[in-house]
Nanobody, 127 residues
Framework: EVQLVESGGGSVWAGGSLTLSCSWTVIMRDAYSDEYCLGWFRQGARGGREGVASVFTGDGGTDYGDRMKDRFTISKDPAKNIIYLQMFNLQPSDTATYYC????????WGLGRYRYRGQGTQVTVFT
């Protein structure tokens, strides 16, 4: 079982930047793997879940959703259980609740289905 806590959301004008943080804690070790896939997903007003970016703790490999790589960067603190999502040139279409999610995995499986999710952090972009 993994506990995740997001922070860093807020309101910005279009063109602005934000950095989200996700602190994660393993409450109960999973028998499947000691490594985790950690991902950022967002859910806007229309309700659909959209994958933004993911990182694999095993080798640091990353994956991005369509059209995300040019304005979003995912990274992991090498010493702490924290991942970040740097967001640049934000647009109103980026307005959403951003969730940090985790899944035990053996390799970076990208933006698939994750078992554990944080409470989310709201990002609002104004024109």
């Amino acid at each position: 079982e993994v506990q995740l806590v997001e922070s860093g959301g807020g309101s910005v004008w279009a063109g602005g930047s934000l950095t989200l943080s996700c602190s994660w804690t393993v409450i109960m070790r999973d028998a499947y793997s000691d490594e985790y896939c950690l991902g950022w997903f967002r859910q806007g007003a229309r309700g659909g879940r959209e994958g933004v970016a993911s990182v694999f703790t095993g080798d640091g490999g990353t994956d991005y959703g369509d059209r995300m790589k040019d304005r979003f960067t995912i990274s992991k603190d090498p010493a702490k259980n924290i991942i970040y999502l740097q967001m640049f040139n934000l647009q109103p279409s980026d307005t959403a609740t951003y969730y940090c999610e985790a899944e035990p995995c053996l390799t970076n499986w990208g933006l698939g289905r994750y078992r554990y999710r944080g409470q989310g952090t709201q990002v609002t972009v104004f024109t």
